[in-house]
């Protein structure tokens, strides 16, 4: 996304000096959406919500707790080892749309969330409350230093401090955002708890703890002391930021490779949270150098990022394209937190331009028009999504989703002690009381391109009027009407324009919004090329395949969209002179941004594909990123691609299942068992190796699998161990190191007397020796 950030852009810390005061948003209970995709999406959110049962949500903690749960828990993730989680979200959530909404439905659905929680919090008797399985016997593990972490295991358990901060986000949401004073109270004796919890460790292992995800407990206790102002909260929140992701972001050094980008996102929210409540100017700086670097290196059109939930090199995009585990929606959940918070710090349109793009291509695309959210969002050409089932997928996306839809209104609108600030052409209505204006803003864009602001006010009104200038307007061509007249409006400099001068109700702002076609190519540079309209991204429907899990089972891998995989090879290719595709495109006459891209598109079958807003293609294979070639190169292009698209497919058929090693989510899919063993990157590769052994449970669909193929690298040397399938030997592996500087494989055959639907694979090290590093584990047939 380097085009639409590519102007100068300077963080600072201190008041902006256009800006004179603090910049704040609105309460949500300030702002009601009008007619809009938005509106649709928050009513939708609502009846998911309200259709839950809260006493199985509320299980895992009544459990942990002593007390006899009134339901039994969901499954899925929610009785497979993050039992809780999707409560801690659900008070959010709820929180959220209760503002956003003004439902008591919703409000009494709260009240009842954390009056059950608050019996559980008395009966721990110490703060404590948390729904993750034995969390008590981990606990006091910890707080004898008896400390065990990886990546997504801590003490045995999966991720409990990722868990454990969702219950603290939701007591603070409930308190801050829906005014909930019981969960505030909640909320200081739960962080109380932590205090005690590591009050007689070291800060060396404390960052031993957050080797484990932990989600952003760092920003949680910095608003602990934000709203109480004792500084043992601030020092907690210090402790509990990871300082091997912090410093090379005060060094302004992305180090971000191979990394699971949503552990990551959450930790520099708090290092922005924690700059906030502490005035650092360097931590300020180093959330910043993230923002930009993921936004502007990192990011594909859609406004998402990350590949099977990492972050890729930044210089190869490869892997994005060939993925079915494309950008993940919980990034894109906590970059929207991550911006809004360096927005109000530093207003400049060079965010909202990202948040706005985000809004529209991602987040509103993630929830089914009839309800279940989705995990991954694919740009593989002519894959599809897979939605979760509404009372069966309880991953982490569909917590996050809950609240994503339920707070449309936080950034619409923004204000200083003054003046007022238009950030989003979203249909809605603003009611500030404090200062006797109410504004309604009327609007079907995208699909026109202007919006008219109406005002109500109680009086003769002296404020500023600050509107955004979208970085997809070209400059001189925004227009600004008051009244039916041609206003002047001054250039604030940081993507605004202002009018400043006496309001009275009934006075009419309309703005207009040129919007034009362009292009934009993968940030490695690589010939693969998007189209937009304004902030738009625009995708064709490809719907030549069917989409077997178009709907989630209740697997731990049935967030992934697993069907046949469409060939790149067989992908419309658009050719031309890159400067003038986006010319190429013709607008229909008879629909609101829908293209036909029969001038740009080089096979005759694909002529009459139309490109539509991305966000209105649920339920369908589709394309975002198109092959590109220049005309002379054509046949070359087509010719490349489909050798090594043939070599590719010819893998994926073979395939009955496959572990990316060394992964958080595909090595806990396929229950990652182990001792002494570790896991890393090599040359942008995940493995997985060991002293002691590791197993992963494979799923043999229709008993096709035959072999196993392992993936190792050819210059490693000296490594002994043996192979194991349900507990029997099956071959004695060494590794000597003649396989030179490459990557290879080895297959393994299984006997037919041990294949089963299920299979156990084991790696043990042999005497004196270890397990090789192991890139990939595949199920073959």
Not at 325 to 353: I, R
Not at 747 to 753: E, K, L, R
Request: some cysteine.
């Amino acid at each position: 996304m380097k085009k639409i950030f590519s102007f100068l852009f300077i963080y600072t810390f201190s008041l902006n000096a256009i800006a004179q005061h603090k910049l704040q948003a609105f309460k949500l209970a300030d702002v009601r959406l009008l007619e809009s995709p938005f509106l649709k999406a928050e009513q939708t959110d609502k009846s998911y919500m309200l259709s839950l049962n809260p006493d199985r949500l509320l299980a895992p903690y009544l459990k942990e707790s002593g007390l006899t749960p009134k339901a039994l828990s969901y499954g899925n993730w929610e009785n497979t080892g993050l039992d809780g989680h999707i409560g801690g979200h659900y008070v959010s959530a709820l929180s959220l749309m209760y503002a956003s909404t003004g439902d008591l439905k919703v409000k009494e659905r709260l009240d009842y969330m954390i009056n059950e929680l608050e019996k559980c919090q008395i009966k721990n008797q110490d703060g404590y409350l948390s729904g993750v399985p034995g969390g008590k016997e981990i606990w006091k593990q910890i707080k004898a230093g008896n400390i065990k972490s990886s990546s997504f295991s801590l003490n045995g358990k999966w991720v409990p401090l990722y868990n454990i901060h969702k219950i603290y986000a939701g007591l603070y949401d409930a308190y801050a955002v829906a005014g909930n004073v019981k969960a505030k109270q909640m909320l200081i004796k739960l962080t109380d708890w932590c205090i005690d919890l590591v009050s007689s460790l070291s800060d060396q292992q404390i960052q031993e703890l957050l080797k484990s995800e932990h989600g952003g407990l760092n920003e949680i206790f910095a608003d602990v002391y934000s709203i109480t102002g004792d500084q043992k909260y601030l020092k907690l929140a210090r402790q509990f930021s990871d300082q091997s992701i912090l410093r090379p972001l005060l060094n302004k050094k992305d180090a971000l490779n191979g990394l699971h980008a949503n552990t990551q996102i959450p930790k520099v929210i708090g290092f922005e949270q924690i700059a906030l409540a502490d005035k650092d100017t360097a931590w300020a700086a180093a959330a910043d150098f993230f923002w930009k670097t993921v936004v502007q290196h990192r990011t594909v059109a859609i406004g998402g990022n990350s590949v099977r939930e990492h972050f890729h090199p930044s210089n190869d995009f490869s892997s994005m394209l060939e993925s079915r585990e494309g950008p993940e929606t919980c990034n894109s959940y906590n970059m929207l937190k991550l911006t809004k918070q360096l927005f109000l710090a530093a207003p400049s349109t060079t965010y909202l331009d990202y948040y706005e793009r985000t809004l529209y291509n991602h987040i509103l695309s993630s929830q089914r028009p009839q309800g279940g959210f989705v995990y991954f969002t694919p740009m593989r050409p002519g894959h599809y999504r897979t939605y979760s089932t509404p009372q069966e997928s309880f991953w982490c996306c569909v917590g996050s989703g809950l609240e994503n839809h339920g707070k449309y209104g936080e950034l619409i609108y923004a204000h200083t002690d003054r003046d007022l600030y238009v950030n989003l052409f979203i249909p809605s209505q603003l009611n500030w009381k404090e200062k006797g204006i109410a504004l309604t803003q009327e609007t079907s864009f995208p699909n026109t391109d202007y919006s008219t602001l109406k005002l109500k006010l109680t009086g003769k009104k002296k404020f500023a009027l600050n509107l955004r200038h979208p970085s997809w307007v070209e400059k001189g061509k925004m227009v600004v009407l008051v009244n039916g007249k041609q206003s002047p409006a001054k250039d604030l400099g940081n993507g605004y324009v202002s009018i400043d001068r006496v309001w009275l109700t009934g006075d009419v702002v309309k703005i207009t919004l040129p919007m034009h076609t362009t292009t934009e190519f993968m940030p490695d540079g690589s010939d693969w090329v998007a189209f937009l309209h304004g902030p738009i991204v625009l995708a064709a429907e490809l719907d030549t395949l069917g989409e077997p899990n178009l709907t989630a089972d209740g697997s731990r891998m049935g967030h992934i969209a697993s069907g046949a995989l469409f060939p790149m090879s067989e992908a419309p290719l658009v050719s031309g002179n890159k400067k003038e595709l986006a010319d190429k495109l013709t607008a229909s006459k008879t629909s609101a941004l829908s293209f036909t891209a029969e001038n740009a598109i080089y096979q005759p079958k694909y002529r009459n594909l139309k490109l539509v807003p991305f966000y209105s293609l649920a339920e369908k294979r589709y394309i975002v990123y198109f092959p590109y070639s220049s005309l002379e190169n054509l046949p070359e292009r087509a010719k490349a691609i489909k050798i090594a698209e043939e070599v590719k497919m010819k893998l994926e058929e073979q395939t009955v299942d496959l572990v990316n090693t060394g992964e958080q989510q595909p090595e806990s899919d396929h229950n990652f068992k182990g001792e002494k063993t570790e896991n890393g990157l090599f040359q942008d590769r995940h493995f997985r190796n060991g002293t002691g052994w590791f197993s992963y449970t494979l799923k043999n669909k229709d008993l096709k699998g035959t072999k196993v193929s392992l993936t190792f690298y050819g210059k490693e040397k000296n490594r002994n161990f043996s192979l194991f399938v349900n507990n029997t030997l099956v071959e004695q592996v060494k590794l000597d190191g003649s396989k030179g500087n490459t990557f290879y494989t080895q297959d393994f055959v299984i006997p037919v007397a041990l294949r089963s639907i299920n299979l156990e694979l084991k790696l043990a090290a042999g005497e004196d020796s270890a397990i090789a590093n192991v890139y990939e584990v595949r199920l073959v047939k």
